[in-house]
């Protein structure tokens, strides 16, 4: 589908790892894009839209991020690791602080194992670990969950990340999802979500990326979802140009729902997609029916 639309070729992994850790670290896109050899063309194809909002994080590439043995080069890991707490204040690392430090050893030192990043977070934020651990457990408060969340990207693979929902919800499964090119996206602090952990992924008999996003059920975000879909997003005129993505598919649980978004870089890139036919809306609204 690239190529019939002249899109860039997809980036390395390595390429992914160096652009989104240069971002994080406060470089703008162009810089980010010449310090990890690419163009910045390739980053908006590849990585999604030029300007993210100040406090996004963004995870590609889940084979990188999750390794089942440690690597070869594990005694640098461990060795840079202590070098960056040595630098560190007396106080706990903050999650942000953590997303920066994981992030740089990934572009400096390559893949690391889940007792590396474990071995990590319990070092330079001993309660934060605790938390992480009890969420992981199931045994977390919603607040501790959408934190912790934050840090699943960086060692769990998509049955261990589903595993975890499931201990809150074991009503709620995935069974439309193809984990081929599945990525981590994560966005804020969850925008009123469970968790603060997105995925991008493929849906199974659909040649078509979607933006996975879980709502609890009977919370004021997704009472506020639902009235726009019901009430106002499917009277849009065909030829009216509005960035809102459709709802392609839905999973419910008793206690959360996983909906499916249109991928929004997607829309923004082909503006022809944005004005959706009405049998996609209708869709939409389907969904959302009780």
């Known amino acids: 589908m690239r190529r019939d639309q002249g899109m860039p070729a997809p980036l390395t992994s390595h390429q992914r790892n160096l652009f989104m850790t240069k971002r994080r670290g406060g470089s703008s896109q162009k810089a980010a ?3 990890a050899g690419i163009s910045v063309r390739s980053a908006e194809g590849d990585l999604g839209p030029p300007d993210l909002p100040k406090g996004t994080t963004i995870i590609h590439n889940v084979s990188v991020l999750k390794s089942s043995a440690v690597s070869s080069n594990s005694s640098d890991i461990y060795a840079a690791m202590e070098e960056q707490l040595s630098t560190h204040s007396a106080r706990s690392m903050s999650v942000r602080e953590l997303e920066q430090s994981l992030g740089t050893f990934i572009e400096q030192l ?3 194992s889940e007792q590396q990043v474990k071995h990590f977070i319990r070092r330079a ?3 934060l670990f605790v938390e992480m651990e009890k969420a992981a457990r199931g045994e977390a ?3 501790q969950l959408q934190t912790s969340s934050r840090l699943f990207v960086y060692y ?3 049955p261990e990340y589903e595993a975890v929902i499931q201990r809150y919800d074991s009503k709620l499964r995935f069974p439309i999802l193809d984990y081929s090119q599945s990525t981590f996206v994560g966005m804020g602090q969850g925008a009123g979500g469970p968790l603060a952990s997105f995925r991008k992924v493929r849906l199974k008999n659909d040649d078509v990326f979607a933006f996975e996003k879980i709502y609890e059920l009977g919370s004021r975000p997704y009472q506020r979802m639902r009235w726009f879909y019901r009430h106002i997003f ?3 005129p065909n030829n009216y140009s509005v960035a809102a993505p459709s709802i392609l598919a839905k999973t419910q649980g008793r206690y959360f729902s996983a909906l499916y978004f249109q991928f929004m870089p997607e829309l923004i890139r082909y503006p022809d997609l944005v004005c959706r036919p009405r049998d996609l809306r209708a869709k939409s609204l389907e969904l959302l029916q009780d």
């Open 141 to 143: 408060t919603s607040h």
């Open 125 to 127: 934020a001993p309660l």
């Open 234 to 236: 499917h009277q849009f």
């Open 110 to 112: 390559g893949r690391l």
């Open 33 to 35: 894009a010449a310090a």
């Open 156 to 158: 769990m693979d998509n």
